[in-house]
């Protein structure tokens, strides 16, 4: 049974489109993330849900809108898509309380291509 | 600030050398937890070890090591024997426990290690 997933792995869009990526942990962790993953393989925040409650939001522009139906699920919807937005994207999940002695879980990744 | 420098961006070595990886953090917390993860070619990552800000006791798993020194803010971590399977991007983080709790993981920049049969 994979811990975090996330579907799809690979997605090639053109600019201009609007995509999804869903995120599913089993964990009963009560804290989700997304990361992103630069070409030069910077690994940076971009959003944190706790108990489906936003509570990080880095500097990521308004095309990006997370959403967090409930405490298993975090997706991440794109709008408008735009070269610089390729990337490879991570969803992580966490136990608040635990989070010294369990750490993170993180899915497998989604590598993102526009064209 | 939160932020951790991994000075090295590139390290190749020959298979059974031993080589270690550097991590300098800086917070402001005093309770904080440090991590290290690899990421294989495959592109997925792996975690290795945290380690909470009140345990310095070094670490050993096998051919890895960890080497936590709070009076240097560092978090070094030492291959023994390098083989071919250790060729990764190894990545340094540090999540604050203090004010906010958001749990954000802020990562090193990543150093990749080559290591040449």
């Known amino acids: 049974d994979t811990a975090v997933s996330q579907t799809p792995k690979y997605l090639v869009t053109q600019m201009g489109n609007d995509k999804s990526i869903k995120c599913e942990q089993n964990?009963?962790?009560?804290?989700m993330y997304w990361y992103k993953q630069d070409s030069k393989k910077f690994l940076k925040i971009m959003f944190s849900?706790?108990?489906?409650?936003?509570?990080i939001n880095e500097t990521v522009p308004n095309r990006f809108s997370p959403k967090s139906p409930d405490k298993a699920h975090l997706n991440l919807h794109i709008n408008s898509l735009e070269l610089g937005d390729s990337a490879v994207y991570f969803c992580?999940?966490?136990?608040?309380?635990?989070?010294?002695?369990?750490?993170?879980?993180f899915g497998s990744g989604t590598r993102l291509t526009v064209v | 600030a939160q932020k951790v420098t991994q000075a090295q961006t590139e390290i190749s070595v020959v298979e059974k050398e031993d080589v270690t990886l550097d991590c300098v953090y800086e917070?402001?917390?005093?309770?904080?937890?440090l991590f290290w993860y690899k990421q294989p070619p495959s592109g997925e990552l792996v975690f290795l070890i945290r380690?909470?800000?009140?345990?310095?006791q070094n670490e050993i798993s096998g051919r890895y090591s960890w080497n936590f020194q709070k009076s240097t803010s560092s978090f070094n971590f030492t291959i023994t024997a390098s083989q071919v399977v250790d060729s990764a991007v190894y990545f340094c983080?540090?999540?604050?426990?203090?004010?906010?709790?958001?749990?954000?993981?802020?990562f090193g920049q990543g150093t990749t290690l080559q290591v040449k049969p």
């Open positions: 917070t402001r917390d005093t309770t904080y937890y």
């Open positions: 380690r909470n800000s009140f345990d310095e």
């Open positions: 964990l009963g962790h009560d804290t």
């Open positions: 992580a999940s966490s136990q608040r309380q635990d989070r010294g002695l369990a750490g993170y879980t």
């Open positions: 983080a540090l999540s604050e426990a203090g004010s906010g709790n958001t749990g954000k993981l802020i």
């Open positions: 849900y706790n108990n489906k409650e936003l509570i």
